[in-house]
């Protein structure tokens, strides 16, 4: 069953880091050309952080997260610096997929079960 597995999500003070990953199976990874990171926080669109095909960052997350890859562990990581309260929210990780109606997961390619972030000041 193709599935992706995220790890490394958490609490943490404004100002601080965190690493969040995520695995694929290997059929997910072997069907998706391309990774990404998506977060929604409540009440909010969810948003699309970055890919691992292109150079795109949201200009919310531009200069503060990396994104990488790691193909022999299926594994897509989000580094994440200079935290702040706003950057609270479920991040997912996806392959092949993309958020529909501002809403994720969707139905579109394969989804993390989320993972929370919280960001205190």
């Known amino acids: 069953e193709a599935q992706l597995v995220e790890s490394g999500g958490g609490s943490v003070q404004a100002g601080g880091s965190l690493r969040i990953s995520c695995t694929a199976s290997?059929?997910?990874?072997?069907?998706?050309?391309?990774m990404a990171w998506y977060r929604q926080a409540p009440g909010n669109k969810c948003e699309l952080l970055s890919t691992?095909?292109?150079?795109y960052y949201a200009d919310s997350v531009k200069g503060r997260f990396t994104i990488s890859l790691d193909t022999a562990k299926r594994t897509v990581y989000l580094q994440m610096n200079s935290l702040k309260p706003e950057d609270t929210a479920v991040y997912y990780c996806?392959?092949?997929?993309?958020?529909?109606?501002?809403?994720?997961?969707?139905?579109?390619?394969?989804w993390g079960q989320g993972i929370q972030v919280t960001v205190s000041s």
């Open positions: 996806t392959a092949a997929g993309t958020a529909r109606g501002g809403i994720c997961p969707s139905d579109i390619g394969y």
């Open positions: 290997e059929s997910a990874f072997r069907d998706s050309t391309s």
């Open positions: 691992t095909t292109s150079t």
